[in-house]
């Protein structure tokens, strides 16, 4: 019992994982600085801005409903943090729990469904239209994020518990290797750059359309709670695409991937502007779960 | 309230918002996405320029005016210029008139590189933002070495300019403008090249020819819908009609359309200066006139700011003072003309056509007091109604 808790508050659960996924925020923040010719930020601050929201005022929006107001940053972060005991302990331990990864793929979900419960409480209009905007968005890519995973099942042959997987893959080899898993590969990039709504795909809070959308009328403990399930998001989607297709984090080239990875996603949220939502929709609908579908083809072929 | 009306949600884009530098207020009315209409307020920077530059003398109000807008400080000043050496019949010396152009020139440059950096940012791509900018540095750092300052040179001057420009203070604006134009080719071709950029410029509020003339646009927001207009060239002023440029002009009436012609724009304004170094360091003489008093008459001034026409009216009845001086900046026909551009678009349209036409609000304000039944009120009553309040304020304070 003693170690359940362990587990889930301090390793590798939610002090480990804010620590980590802090590192990723500076990562993110001191890489895109560096594009832009500007300094960047010191180590710390992903910390400093989150102590500070934590001493701040909370306010209610009137007419908002309060319990699902508060809760759903609550249970954006608890989900995150779900995720991140799976993946770390599976690394660590090795242990398989058959079926986790739909475990996960279904936990990833939840800061999505938060989001959208989030924008419908705050009874601003702008919140609303973050809210709608979500919706839209999760309705595009999931789709094609569960084909790319399915290619990971079917080269496997059914392996469904994520050790299994990175084991597997250390002892074939990675899927990216092969052309299939090279394209679901991609499209698990894609997929994630709108999950953890990155520019190109930052429409739910397009700052300058609808000022953060559904975080706009939030402050203080539960805007940082939301700020860190943001972060959590961008440390922990690297990890799961280097645990599905580069053959997890158990050496340092392991680790080196996972950056590799990290860095990726800034660059491509530094050299593209955003989108509008129904270019996202046809491009989701069209041209990435196209590729999703041949390469689930390419794997049955063996490719 | 009709049922229909109960469908249009409003979003309101101000009076402070992200996508705006300075407090304006436009009332965005969308159904889902998409636009169905659009209020603009304005009047919240409202300064009281116009009464203020009564009360001062001609030479004191080139520097109020240089204050009316922040970015182009300049253009304010040359048209105040142009409109009083108009109503004096002022010849300035041809010195004078190069380095009102080379000022003139070097404030479009920044001014649209300033603008498209903030175009990058309402699009998310911050990045351009950062590099644009990083482009304008060297400008800036010019203007400060030649004018004396990054912005608000105070060079202009009635009857001519208040500082020289030596050869080797031309030589530095030039080196600064060969280093500016990779980096201007770089820009373009990234508008040019990049899929995901054009998907979102293209087609995005759109203002046809025919609209863009109803409702009186000017600069580049007209450019890019096909009207050929540029003071400079229409009605030359300064240098303009002694050295040899065009005007960049483009049909198709979007915000991808507007930003080439920004883009086409600074590269003749390189081309521009360039000229007038050149010709300027084979030049003698004085860089102004001397003059001692301004007549009786009246007098107008245009310039072509790096946002469109700036307008002034100066009117002298003799004496120090002007007796009335009006002011007309150009966002104030071009925001209006976002009142067509945004309708029929999504929201996030709206949002880069409402900065596409580079708006600058403290410029652009105008107020108009009425009471509850819509009855003006007059400069008069303002006044009287000012007077009653003070005196109210002053009692409660007494007490």
């Known amino acids: ?303 | 309230m009709s049922k229909e009306k109960k469908k249009v949600t409003e979003i309101p884009i101000g009076p402070y918002h992200p996508l705006q530098e300075e407090p304006e207020f436009f009332r965005l009315q969308v159904e889902g996405e998409k636009v169905v209409g659009l209020e603009i307020e304005l009047g919240y920077n409202h300064r009281g320029i116009e009464k203020l530059s009564e009360s001062k003398s001609f030479d004191q109000i080139l520097f109020l005016v240089e204050r009316i807008c922040g970015i182009c400080s300049t253009s304010h000043p040359f048209a105040y210029v142009n409109a009083v050496e108009d109503l004096a019949g002022f010849k300035i010396p041809e010195k004078a008139k190069y380095i009102r152009t080379i000022v003139g020139e070097m404030e479009r440059i920044h001014s649209h590189l300033l603008w498209l950096g903030l175009a990058g940012h309402f699009l998310g791509y911050n990045t351009v933002w950062m590099w644009s900018w990083k482009y304008r540095e060297p400008l800036l750092e010019i203007c400060e070495k030649v004018f004396g300052n990054r912005q608000h040179y105070a060079m202009m001057k009635i009857g001519g300019v208040r500082r020289d420009i030596d050869i080797s203070k031309g030589n530095l604006i030039k080196k600064g403008m060969e280093d500016l134009l990779p980096k201007l080719d770089m820009l373009q071709k990234a508008v040019e090249d990049d899929p995901v950029i054009r998907a979102r410029l293209k087609i995005a509020g759109t203002l046809p020819k025919k609209e863009a003339r109803e409702y009186c646009v000017v600069g580049p927001t007209a450019r890019a819908s096909g009207i050929n207009i540029d003071i400079r060239k229409d009605d030359p002023y300064a240098a303009y009609d002694l050295v040899n440029w065009d005007v960049s002009l483009r049909k198709e009436g979007d915000v991808y359309a507007k930003t080439m012609v920004r883009l086409e724009e600074m590269r003749q304004s390189a081309k521009i200066i360039k000229q007038c170094v050149d010709k300027l360091s084979g030049l003698k003489g004085d860089i102004d006139i001397d003059i001692k008093e301004i007549p009786e008459g009246e007098g107008i001034g245009r310039h072509e700011a790096p946002r469109g026409e700036v307008f002034h009216y100066v009117k002298s009845h003799g004496g120090s003072v002007p007796y009335r001086h009006k002011v007309k900046a150009p966002s104030y026909a071009n925001v209006l003309s976002d009142e067509f551009a945004v309708i029929g678009g999504t929201i996030p349209d709206a949002a880069l056509t409402l900065a596409a036409v580079d708006p600058c609000y403290c410029c652009t304000e105008r107020m108009q007091a009425t009471d509850e039944k819509g009855r003006k009120y007059s400069p008069k009553e303002l006044i009287k109604l000012s007077q009653e309040k003070t005196e109210e304020i002053r009692k409660k304070q007494a007490k």
Request: with cysteine.
């Open chain 1, 1 to 303: 019992m003693e170690m359940i808790f362990f587990d889930y508050i301090i390793f590798p659960g939610i002090l480990f994982t804010l620590a980590a996924a802090m590192a990723v925020s500076w990562i993110d923040r001191k890489v895109t600085a560096l594009l832009q010719w500007r300094v960047g930020p010191p180590v710390l601050q992903p910390f400093y801005d989150f102590w500070k929201l934590f001493k701040k005022e909370t306010v209610i929006p009137k007419g908002g409903s309060v319990m699902v107001f508060l809760l759903s940053p609550a249970v954006s972060f608890s989900a995150l943090i779900l995720v991140s005991v799976i993946l770390l302990k599976t690394t660590l331990t090795s242990m398989a729990y058959i079926g986790d990864i739909f475990v996960v793929i279904y936990l990833l979900l939840i800061p999505s469904i938060a989001v959208i419960m989030s924008g419908a409480a705050s009874s601003n209009p702008l919140a609303s239209l973050g809210a709608s905007r979500e919706m839209k968005m999760v309705l595009s890519y999931e789709l094609p994020f569960i084909l790319a995973v399915c290619v990971v099942l079917i080269k496997t042959g059914g392996i469904t518990d994520l050790a299994g997987i990175v084991a597997y893959q250390n002892v074939h080899g990675a899927f990216i290797g092969s052309l299939s898993g090279f394209l679901a590969f991609a499209v698990t990039v894609v997929c994630f750059q709108s999950k953890m709504a990155q520019v190109p795909f930052d429409i739910p809070e397009a700052e300058q359309e609808i000022m953060g959308g559904a975080m706009i009328e939030y402050s203080g403990p539960p805007l940082a709670l939301f700020v860190a399930a943001r972060w959590i998001l961008m440390a922990l989607l690297p990890l799961l695409i280097t645990m599905l297709y580069l053959g997890g984090i158990h050496s340092a080239l392991g680790i080196l991937k996972y950056v590799g990875v990290v860095v990726l996603v800034i660059l491509i949220k530094n050299t593209n502007p955003r989108l509008r939502i129904n270019q996202t929709l046809r491009f989701f609908w069209g041209i990435v779960t196209g590729v999703a579908a041949v390469s689930i083809i390419l794997a049955f072929l063996g490719l």
